[in-house]
C-alpha cells in the first residue's frame, strides 16, 4: 500500500494555500509582461510553466513522504472467539468483550495493519464468524460490533468443544496443502470460564498445542471497578524544531474516587520537562494538553553526546508518567513512551 504523509512544521492546508496564491501571482504577472506579443499559446504555456514551478517548490515547505508497504509471504493469523452462553449476558460480559476488540482504541484497530484477524461467538450451536480483515469494514468503527451479540444466549458453553473444532479445522481432510502453517494461527478467548458441557479445555488446550496453535485467554469474570488510572495514549507531533514549542496530549482513564489529586510528568532521560497536578473527576476518561519550550529538551538531549558532536536531526523519547498516592489498583499502566524527531535547521524556500 502506498501512504502519504507530511512532516513539515506547516500543516498541508496552509502550504496548499500559500501554494496557490503565489503560483497565481507568478502567472498574473508574467502573464502581463507577456501581453501584446504575438506568442500562440506559448502566451499561456510559459506563465503556467513558471506558475507550476512555483507551486511544486512552495509545496516541499510541507515536506511530503511517500511511503510504500509491502508483505512478503502470508500474514499470520489470529482467531477471536467470545463466548456466547446466557452466562456471558450477566454483567455486560459481552459487551465488554466486544468493546475490548472494536472501536478506534480496539485491539482489532491495533492489530489490523500486521496480522490477517477475524472474529466469532461459540455456544453448543458451534462457531459464528462475526467479522474479518478482509470484509471491508474498518476495525475503528464504533458501531462494527453492534450486531455481534446472539439472537438468543447458548444454554450451555461447551469451551473444549470449541477448541476441538479448531485441531479438526486445522488438519482435517479438508485442509489444503497450499494453506498456512499451523504455526500460524493464534487462537484468543474471551469467556467466563464457566465451561458446562463437553470435553474438558484443559485437554482440548493440549491438542491445540500439537499442532503448533497459540492459545491466549481473556478473563471476563464478574466486574468489580477498581480505583485505577492509567495512561492510554501519548501523542507527539512526529517532527518538530528545536526552537519550537511542543505541543501534545495524554488520553487518560481514571476510576479513582472524586476528588483524588495526581500528577502528570512529560519526562526525557530521567528529567522532568513538565509537570502538573490534576483532581480526578467522574469522567472515565480525559484527555490532557501539555505544552514543553524544545530548546531546554533539545540542550538536555546534546549534553547525552559525545563532544563535538553535531546533529541536524536528533530522536528523542519522551515519557508521560502518573504518579499517584496508595491505593490503586495497577501501576503498571501509568507510563507510556512517545517518539519524535528534531531537527536543528528549518526548511528554507528561496523564490527568484
Do not use: C
Request: hydrophobic share 40%; aromatic share 8%.
Amino acid at each position: 500500500m502506498i501512504y502519504l504523509r507530511f512532516v513539515g512544521s506547516w500543516s498541508p492546508f496552509a502550504t496548499l494555500l500559500v501554494a496557490m496564491l503565489l503560483s497565481g501571482l507568478a502567472f498574473w504577472l508574467y502573464r502581463r509582461q507577456l501581453r501584446g506579443l504575438e506568442l500562440g499559446w506559448n502566451q499561456w504555456v510559459l506563465p503556467g510553466l513558471r506558475a507550476s514551478a512555483i507551486l511544486l517548490i512552495t509545496l516541499t515547505l510541507a515536506e511530503p513522504i511517500v511511503e510504500s508497504r509491502w508483505r512478503d509471504g502470508e500474514p499470520s493469523r489470529i482467531q477471536f472467539l467470545i463466548d456466547a452462553s446466557r452466562s456471558m449476558s450477566v454483567s455486560k460480559r459481552f459487551e465488554r468483550a466486544t468493546q475490548l476488540l472494536s472501536g478506534p482504541q480496539g485491539i482489532l484497530a491495533r492489530l489490523q495493519n500486521r496480522f490477517d484477524t477475524s472474529v466469532g461467538r461459540f455456544s453448543e450451536s458451534g462457531i459464528v464468524e462475526l467479522w474479518n480483515s478482509s470484509s471491508g469494514h474498518s476495525p475503528s468503527d464504533d458501531s462494527l460490533a453492534y450486531d455481534w451479540g446472539p439472537a438468543a444466549w447458548g444454554e450451555s458453553s461447551p469451551i473444549g468443544d470449541t477448541l476441538a473444532s479448531l485441531v479438526t479445522s486445522q488438519t482435517g481432510p479438508q485442509s489444503s496443502d497450499h494453506s498456512q502453517t499451523q504455526s500460524d494461527l493464534s487462537v484468543v478467548l474471551l469467556s467466563d470460564g464457566q465451561n458446562n458441557s463437553g470435553r474438558d479445555p484443559k485437554g482440548a488446550a493440549h491438542q491445540l498445542h500439537e499442532p503448533g496453535i497459540t492459545l491466549f485467554t481473556i478473563g471476563l469474570a464478574p466486574f468489580e471497578e477498581t480505583l485505577d488510572l492509567a495512561v492510554r495514549q501519548f501523542t507527539l507531533p512526529e517532527r518538530i524544531h528545536r526552537s519550537d514549542a511542543l505541543s501534545g496530549t495524554v488520553s487518560v482513564s481514571q476510576t479513582l474516587a472524586e476528588g483524588t489529586r495526581f500528577t502528570l510528568q512529560i519526562e526525557h532521560a530521567g528529567a522532568i520537562a513538565w509537570s502538573e497536578s490534576f483532581i480526578a473527576t467522574d469522567e472515565p476518561q480525559r484527555t490532557i494538553e501539555f505544552t514543553i519550550p524544545m530548546a531546554p529538551l533539545f540542550e538536555h538531549a546534546l549534553t547525552r553526546l559525545p563532544e563535538r558532536t553535531e546533529v541536524s536531526r536528533l530522536p528523542m523519547k519522551l515519557t508521560a508518567r502518573l504518579l499517584v498516592g496508595d491505593g490503586e489498583a495497577n501501576e503498571f499502566n501509568n507510563a507510556r513512551d512517545g517518539h519524535l524527531l528534531v531537527t536543528s535547521q528549518k526548511p528554507r524556500v528561496l523564490l527568484i
